[in-house]
């Protein structure tokens, strides 16, 4: 079931750091979708503190956009503006699909003075490797391979929870885009 999300998108703001020149120049010639999202390798991002307001679960990672409609409910009732997003504790690889912890929420700067039943919290900011996909929250793993080499080639550490962020909710014309957030930490230097 596709439902529309008007009036509850707003994009994540936060400084976009440029590629180093010669890397832009190694990349593949960028594509633009109908969207006007840009796609090209991951970039760095600084992230300022998030109000997100969510509801644990456990379970495969893919069965997080489930709780994408009560979520959809719940912000046309309490008529907050947010993004829909997931935060992802585990690995996939290491653990059981049944054990993989997560957390469905919204992000917003305009949190409503009653979360119930949902929690509350504040995501610190951070800096985070960013990389748009097409898709929806929870079926993205695939693609953190490339951005952890993306990462650790630049000298920075992968700082789990990973966070994937619905910037674009599926359309009759265009599929749902996703951004996949990585925290990292810069490397100590070896003695």
């Given at each position: 079931m596709i439902v529309p999300l008007i009036c509850l998108w707003f994009p994540v703001a936060g400084?976009?750091?440029?590629?180093?020149?010669?890397?832009?120049?190694?990349?593949?010639?960028?594509?633009?979708?109908?969207?006007?999202?840009?796609?090209?390798?991951?970039?760095?991002?600084?992230?300022?503190?998030?109000?997100?307001?969510?509801?644990?679960?456990?379970?495969?990672?893919?069965?997080?956009?489930?709780?994408?409609?009560?979520?959809?409910?719940?912000?046309?009732?309490?008529?907050?503006?947010?993004?829909?997003?997931?935060?992802?504790?585990?690995?996939?690889?290491?653990?059981?699909?049944?054990?993989?912890?997560?957390?469905?929420?919204?992000?917003?700067?305009?949190?409503?003075?009653?979360?119930?039943?949902?929690?509350?919290k504040i995501i610190s900011a951070r800096k985070a490797a960013s990389l748009i996909v097409d898709g929806t929250p929870g079926q993205n793993h695939e693609r953190y391979a490339a951005m952890l080499g993306f990462i650790r080639q630049r000298r920075y550490l992968f700082k789990p929870p990973a966070m994937e962020v619905l910037i674009q909710p599926a359309t009759e014309n265009a599929d749902p885009k996703t951004e996949i957030l990585l925290p990292v930490q810069l490397k100590r230097r070896e003695k």
């Open positions: 400084a976009i750091h440029e590629l180093p020149e010669q890397l832009a120049q190694m990349a593949p010639a960028p594509s633009v979708t109908d969207s006007g999202f840009v796609f090209t390798q991951p970039v760095f991002k600084s992230i300022p503190p998030q109000v997100f307001i969510f509801k644990p679960g456990a379970g495969p990672y893919d069965s997080v956009a489930g709780e994408f409609d009560e979520l959809i409910a719940f912000m046309a009732e309490k008529r907050m503006p947010g993004q829909l997003a997931a935060v992802f504790y585990d690995d996939p690889a290491r653990a059981p699909a049944e054990s993989l912890r997560w957390e469905a929420g919204v992000i917003t700067n305009h949190p409503p003075p009653h979360t119930e039943p949902y929690t509350q």
